[in-house]
């Protein structure tokens, strides 16, 4: 049976997919939280990297040991570096993939997909200006803070990789706050009191959190009917 790894940073982004899933089983692998079920034939573990470089090396590192997939999927959000990708594409990241990607792009045909490139970085970004930059100095066309570090991982063990992420933001659409508001990376969590008192002082901003929030749940939505499409077709 084909076994299929599939990786978020976060259960905000995961949750969709998670109600997709059939024989729902919690597992505990190595300290590692794990999700396993099915869609259709296939077996299918999802697990949280959480955000940022260090935790993303440590869990991946433990999920990984002494286990076999024959795909993983690394997946969830990304903000764009210009203005060609809008909110709700998807990327499907040709320079971290291991696979061929044209059966990916016929799985999801039906959505508003794109090939490209991927850039992981340490820290956030928020202004349209640095997106912009590093789009140029980079040649990229999206950001994450996970998929270089899962990519290394997959690579070491002989995993096939498939890189699909969700636009969320891009230079036209930005954070309704600062990154480091929206959420804290050290505490891997959003700091309620700080967010709230962000919003106390930029009361004019509660609407673009409230669309944010929107823009949220629908990019979890199409990320669940895509990550289905393909496993699927596997």
Avoid: W
């Avoid at 079920?37 to 077996?43: K, L, S, V």
């Avoid at 590192?61 to 203005?83: C, H, M, P």
């Avoid at 930059?133 to 995993?159: H, N």
């Amino acid at each position: 049976m084909t076994t299929i790894a599939i990786t978020f940073a976060l259960p905000a982004e995961s949750s969709a997919f998670l109600r997709r899933l059939r024989n729902k089983s919690r597992v505990n692998r190595n300290g590692i939280r794990v999700v396993r079920g099915t869609i259709d034939n296939r077996t299918v573990e999802v697990f949280h990297t959480g955000v940022g470089e260090k935790i993303c090396k440590e869990r991946i590192g433990k999920f990984l040991r002494n286990q076999q997939f024959d795909l993983l999927i690394s997946t969830g959000f990304a903000g764009a570096l210009n203005n060609q990708l809008h909110v709700n594409y998807l990327l499907l990241a040709q320079n971290f993939s291991t696979v061929d990607l044209k059966q990916a792009q016929v799985s999801l045909s039906a959505l508003s997909v794109r090939t490209a490139d991927l850039l992981t970085l340490s820290v956030p970004i928020n202004s349209s200006e640095e997106r912009e930059k590093l789009a140029r100095e980079s040649g990229t066309a999206a950001v994450d803070m996970e998929t270089e570090f899962i990519a290394r991982a997959c690579a070491e063990r002989g995993v096939p990789l498939l890189s699909l992420r969700v636009i969320t933001d891009t230079p036209g659409q930005t954070f309704p706050a600062p990154a480091d508001v929206l959420f804290d990376i050290e505490r891997q969590r959003t700091n309620l009191l700080r967010l709230g008192r962000f919003f106390l002082v930029h009361p004019n901003r509660v609407s673009r959190l409230v669309q944010f929030a929107r823009t949220i749940a629908r990019a979890r939505k199409t990320l669940a009917n895509a990550l289905v499409e393909i496993v699927r077709e596997l």
